[in-house]
Structure formats: structure tokens, C-alpha cells
């Protein structure tokens, strides 16, 4: 019996649209590489492209770091753990970059009186120079990251921590806990870091080069000279004795900070005859505890000065009630957070000079910071001005 007429139609359009399928399928597999695997088949791993290798770097500091968090947008690390050179990571989970990596670290210790203890990596983004601030809170369980203007001071971003791993930071209340109290004289060089500090009742001394990523003087015992030799001899200056690059024959170490902010690392050989000088970069802070014992006393007891060594400083005269004014205005309150970042330090405290006694409110290397204090302080009714410092205060 032949088809009625409509199954014959259907019969040739299905066979047309089997046939079209197939050839679309083809063409689909051919224009993309698709195939099907058989069973079993074994495909090879994907080559490890630089985001890979920056996600491996960014995270391989898990367990060893003193502190590692994630924010919204970045893996962060400070690390090794137990060790006295720190390193930071900061890996930028969006962009799949890191943008510090083993980029020495210092330990800022408690900035203010709010629990956060800090610590700052140096670097560059977006073409300016930044301080990366990695904090933690052990109060409440919490760390945060910073990116800060290194010329102004001022927050370019902030994130808090969405997830914690290690978190090992001082409580920063004991004295032995707080790393920047600890430290007598901190500052960068062109090529180095270098850090005096104590530690049981003893001064040690740490040089590192960040360039070959080598460790110099890895706390060593550090003596105070005080009969340095000119130009030298009203700068206090550590030295201590070291291998230099593994050599045979020691060499010493000289760390030398001068009234006037100045600072700088020197190297001498057996001969006393320096074979490297090299100034800090005003870039990075000058961080300065240096005790009375340990200066020099080039114009006898009364031209002795007392506290740190910054060049401007934001004085105001009162007495020990004016004090527990100022301290509550600019650390509990957080009106001086501002200012203490590159060029200032805020922590009030009763100073000496040869002509009398003031409060210093914060030190500061840049002069426009210190006057804004200043002014600051002038503002909410201080008796305060600009002080500039120098071996008698003049």
C-alpha cells in the first residue's frame, strides 16, 4: 500500500533535519575542538600560568606567619614566625597579582591605645610610594589592612579581615611584647634594613640587604660608642661585629643617628676605613627610643636632652593634668591617627630641655606636620607651639 501523501512529506523533512543535525553537530565539534572522551582517558593538567604562581606565593606562608588574613580583596602575610627579619605578602585576589611579596616588613608595634598592633611594608601602586599596614587585634579577633599615601599619610583604602589563619602578634601590653618599644633605632637605607633593638636586657642589632635578600647581622650584640670619632661624635651610634656576606674577616657594623633626624649604616673594615656609607631614605620613618645612657654627652649633664631624635616638635606647657588632656585628645580619642604615619610619631610625654620642661605631643621629620599639630591642638585650647630640636634646643 503506498503512504498517503502527508506521511511521504514527513518522511523526507525528518530524514532533512537528521541529516542537518548531524552536519551541525560536525561542524560545532570541528569549530571547537570538542570531543568526546572515552572511558578512562587521562587529560593532562593545565600549565601553571603567573596567576597560579602568584596565588602559590601569596599562600605558601600558612602556618609559618605571624599573621595571615583575607579582606573582601586581598590575601595578606607577615612572616617568618619566631624569626627577627619579617616579610609581608599582599596578593591582590582581584587583580591575580601580588603586590608585595617578601618585602621587608617592621614591626610598629601598638600605635595608639585602641588594641590594633601593626606592621609596615614599603612599596609602590598605581605610581606612588605606600605604606602597606598589616594590623591586628587580639582584643577583638580581628585584622585589617591598610594602603597608605607614603607622602601624605593619608588612607588610601581600607579593608577589614573576613577570614583569619594565623594569628600570632604580642598583646602589646608587657613591655617584652611590644616590639616598637623595644626598638632603639629603626630606618631603611637605599640597599638596607636596619633595626637596634633589645631583648633580655641585652642591645642586639640586625642589618638586612634587601636586594640580595641576605641577612647581615642577625642579632648580634650591639654596643653603644660614645667616644665616636668626628665628624661622628655627637651622634649616637651602635656597632657590632659581623661576617659580611660570609667572609672571612669581621667587619663592623655601624648604625649612627644624629640630633637632627639624621641617620645612616656604616661599614669599616679591619682597618676602621668604611667601605660602605649609606644614609636612610626619608621615604621610610626614622623610628628613634634611643636611652639617656647610650648618647653621647658632648656639652656635659645640662645640654643633655631627653626623648627621641625628630627635628619639629608639637610642645605644649602645662603641667601633669594638661597632659592627661592631651594624651586623651590625640591617642583616645584618635584626633592625632593622622599624623602618626611617615614623618610623625603621637605619644605625649612630659620632655627636658635646657629650658625647662614641656609636653611633647608628636615629633615629627616634616615641619608642615609638626605645625599642623600645631595648630591642631592651639585649636582646642593648648598653650603649644613649634619646637625644633637640636642638640641644645636652640
Known sequence: ???????????????????????????????TGLSVPAQSAWLPDPPVTDRAVDVLLAQNTIGNAILYFETPTFTVSVHPRGAQALFMNVYNRSTGQSEQLNAPT???????????????????????????????????????????????????????????????????????????????????????????????????MNVFNNRSRQQLVNGQIATADLAARSPYQCWTSYFSF???????????????????????LQILDGNDIPVLTEPRITAAPLITNIPESDRPDCFGDSGRVSGALAPFVAAVFGNDSDLRRVQEF?????????????????????????QGRFINAAECNDR?????????LMGEGFNSRLVFRSVRYR
Open 368 to 376: 608642615n606636620h609638626a605645625a599642623a599639630v600645631v595648630s591642631l
Open 242 to 264: 659581623s661576617n659580611q656576606g660570609g667572609g672571612t674577616s669581621a667587619v663592623r657594623y655601624y648604625v649612627r643617628v644624629s640630633p637632627d633626624g639624621q641617620a645612616l
Open 106 to 204: 617592621t614591626a610598629r608595634g601598638p600605635l595608639s591605645q585602641d588594641g590594633w598592633v601593626s606592621y609596615d611594608s614599603f612599596g609602590s601602586r598605581t605610581g606612588r610610594n605606600v605604606i602597606y599596614r598589616a594590623s591586628g587585634n587580639r582584643n577583638a579577633f580581628q585584622a585589617r589592612l591598610e594602603i597608605i599615601d607614603a607622602a601624605n599619610g593619608s588612607i588610601l583604602l581600607s579593608q577589614n579581615s573576613t577570614l583569619i589563619r594565623d594569628f600570632l602578634i604580642p598583646a602589646g601590653t608587657a613591655p617584652e611584647d611590644d616590639l616598637l618599644a623595644r626598638t632603639l633605632v629603626a630606618f631603611q637605607t637605599q640597599n638596607h634594613s636596619v633595626r637596634v633593638f633589645t631583648e633580655n636586657g641585652l642591645t642586639k
Open 330 to 354: 590625640l591617642i583616645r580619642s584618635g584626633a592625632g591617627r593622622s599624623f602618626d604615619t611617615l614623618t610623625c610619631v603621637v605619644d605625649p610625654r612630659f620632655e627636658s630641655a635646657r
Open 1 to 31: 500500500m503506498k503512504p498517503a501523501w502527508p506521511q511521504i512529506l514527513l518522511s523526507r523533512w525528518s530524514k532533512r533535519l537528521l541529516r542537518g543535525l548531524s552536519l551541525f553537530i560536525a561542524s560545532a565539534v570541528l569549530a
